[in-house]
């Protein structure tokens, strides 16, 4: 009767564990495969992750996160934004903030936010800096959050995001604000030599913020 | 303090009451066996937990989706085993012949049930201790003491309640410990279905974008049951109340037969036992009612601004004493310039220093949006970053924009010209 016993339980584990290791082969496997289809530029390349991600979780898990959009590829001025969210995470300060502590927050919101074909000199894909980036998140007329994002890096490159307190599930609107980077003083060469020929004007009229509002159905914090 | 006092009510309340009304009705109502199986079940369910707890803080290894899929796991079998335990129980209570067999379905159901709810709670409580923000202090400050204080007397109400449960189930009769026991039960799985449905759509059982008629059905579902778990922590809290009361008042007068006085001395005193604990579970769910209301409140209230101050100035300059601004907490000033825009500064005495920091209420990063203070640490209103206090009055980052000051006869001066310079900035 032990041996029976014995038998049974060396051949349930044989079977989980087998279950497991292929179930991490074939992670790997269409992780590769996946990751072998990344394009040339960056805003293609965040498109096809967010693509993945939705396709194949475990893709996007091997990081050790999943990014849940909130839209995608969405054309502000010269700006191809994405937002995501996802868990709170610990964020190591300059000399004049203090280090985030994860557990005080809901979730991570995050907005990534590349440069399209554009005549103010940044190349095409790439991550545009020295923005002020404002969200809100509302519920009808409430505002639930708001603030600015702050610049910051993470293993997927640099993006404008933060730490928010975002309890209660629901159906919101999120705004995300762009305001002009003239705004933080960075400066385009105007000369017809080095110039890139346009000038922020082109795309902020009168110095006026480029915004976006997408409905959001929130499914409530992401915790371990 | 009072945030930590209201967390176990939060994670545990509602597992406090299944556990001790299973482990009565196990130990009271079926055999030896059957306890025993209990009790080392529940002894697994805390080694479990402290090992969870500590993987959890300790194994980076172990990502959010392990856990999410860990956490998806343990609820399903909490869901099954519940509705498992709510059908055994009923069985056991309608067909007394079967009851030899059934008893050990139920123990099974049972002992699942308890396992999988305190794994799924316990773990978080333990952890806290680990994720006191301290603000630099050490685990010998008062800081950490008044946390761990009211984490421990968050806990004690648990664990109170969870044996006031228990002592009131053990002499219910066995038809009213099933139907309120099932009852719990019920309000306890119910109340993980919301957290299970965002598991299955965190790890895209259920896709969001995909399976869009599946997510409207399930969103709604999702949305009612997570934000409203203090609905059905007062369930939990109501249905064990509501045993008490009904226990209390069939223990008021003595019904049963008795020989002698003794007898009858014996029966009053088991009888004011019982009342005694019924006093005990209304207690709690008064005490956990009050927890889930008021100091929520007061947890959760918006700290108020420093208001904006008076100080001596004249033409040149305004002069802030020493004395006004000593404490070690946020003060505000402003200048209303001629175009009628208020000019705001903000003045903070230095952790451990007899340095002030000086400084706009504004920020190059966040404009005008100014800073306040929350539980003696400075937060950016717009972008709730903390600040280093010990960096403010220096240039850049987050750090209030700079201005012109001098400290003379036990006097901050700035110079209103220096505040001018900055009318931009304030619209």
């Known amino acids: 009767m032990k041996k029976i016993l014995a038998i049974i339980c060396a051949a349930a584990m044989a079977v989980t564990a087998t279950a497991a290791l292929a179930g991490c082969g074939s992670n790997n496997t269409s992780s590769s495969k996946t990751e072998s289809k990344a394009t040339e530029s960056k805003a293609e390349e965040s498109k096809a992750e967010a693509t993945r991600a939705e396709a194949d979780p475990a893709a996007a898990d091997d990081a050790g996160f999943t990014e849940y959009p909130i839209f995608e590829d969405e054309t502000v001025g010269f700006m191809n934004v994405s937002a995501v969210f996802f868990q709170a995470v610990p964020m190591t300060a300059g000399a004049t903030i203090k280090e985030q502590k994860a557990e005080d927050y809901d979730i991570h919101l995050e907005a990534d936010i590349s ?25 009808g007329s409430e505002v639930k959050a708001e603030g600015t994002f702050m610049e910051m890096a993470a293993s997927d490159g640099p993006h404008y995001g933060a730490n928010i307190k975002l309890p209660d599930a629901g159906t919101y609107e999120l705004t995300i604000t762009i305001h002009s980077p003239a705004d933080n003083d960075y400066l385009i060469h105007s000369d017809a030599l080095t110039g890139p020929g346009g000038t922020f004007d082109d795309y902020f009229k009168n110095g006026e913020p480029l915004s976006v509002t997408k409905t959001w159905e929130y499914t409530g914090p992401v915790k371990v | 303090m009072l945030k930590f006092f209201e967390q176990p009510t939060l994670d545990l309340m509602i597992n406090a009451v299944i556990t001790g009304m299973l482990y009565a009705f196990v130990k009271f109502k079926l055999n030896k066996v059957c306890k025993i199986a209990f009790l080392s079940g529940g002894g697994l369910a805390l080694a479990a937990s402290v090992f969870v707890a500590v993987q959890k803080n300790t194994n980076r290894e172990l990502k959010l989706p392990f856990w999410n899929g860990f956490t998806y796991v343990l609820l399903t079998v909490l869901a099954v085993a519940s509705v498992a335990l709510i059908l055994f129980s009923l069985l056991w209570l309608a067909a007394k012949r079967l009851r030899r067999i059934t008893q050990y379905f139920v123990t099974a159901a049972a002992i699942v049930v308890c396992f999988t709810s305190i794994v799924n709670g316990l773990p978080n409580v333990l952890a806290y201790p680990f994720n006191f923000d301290l603000q630099g202090n050490s685990v010998f400050s008062t800081d950490f003491l008044y946390r761990f204080i009211g984490l421990l007397l968050g806990f004690l109400l648990v664990l109170v309640m969870c044996i006031a449960a228990f002592k009131t189930v053990k002499k219910a009769s066995a038809a009213l410990s099933v139907i309120f026991m099932d009852i719990a039960v019920f309000i306890g799985a119910f109340s993980v279905l919301g957290r299970l449905l965002q598991l299955m759509l965190q790890l895209q059982i259920i896709r969001q974008n995909r399976d869009r008629d599946l997510f409207k059905l399930v969103f709604p579902v999702l949305q009612f049951v997570n934000n409203n778990q203090a609905l059905f922590i007062f369930g939990a809290m109501g249905c064990i109340a509501l045993l008490a ?183």
């Open chain 1, 115 to 139: 440069a399209l074909e554009n005549t103010l000199g940044y190349e095409k894909g790439s991550w545009v800096p020295y923005l002020t980036v404002d969200y809100k998140v509302t519920a």
């Open chain 2, 245 to 427: 009361v009904i226990q209390f008042v069939r223990n008021l007068k003595v019904r049963g037969a008795y020989d002698n006085p003794a007898q009858k001395r014996k029966l009053r005193a088991a009888m004011r036992n019982v009342r005694r604990w019924a006093c005990v579970v209304l207690a709690c769910a008064v005490i956990g009612i009050v927890n889930l209301t008021a100091v929520h409140a007061i947890n959760n209230k918006k700290p108020v601004e420093a208001p904006v101050e008076q100080c001596e100035m004249d033409h040149n300059n305004m002069y802030v004493d020493f004395s006004q601004v000593d404490d070690g907490h946020l003060h505000r000033f402003a200048y209303i310039t001629d175009k009628g825009v208020e000019i705001r500064f903000i003045v903070i005495k230095k952790p451990n220093s007899s340095s002030y920091g000086v400084g706009l209420d504004a920020c190059d990063i966040c404009g005008e949006a100014g800073y306040f203070e929350r539980e003696g640490q400075i937060v950016c209103k717009r972008c709730d970053v903390v600040m280093n206090i010990n960096t403010i009055g220096f240039k850049g980052g987050c750090n209030p924009i700079v201005i012109d000051y001098e400290v003379k006869d036990g006097r901050i001066i700035v110079p209103i010209e220096g505040l001018v310079l900055h009318e931009r900035k304030f619209k």
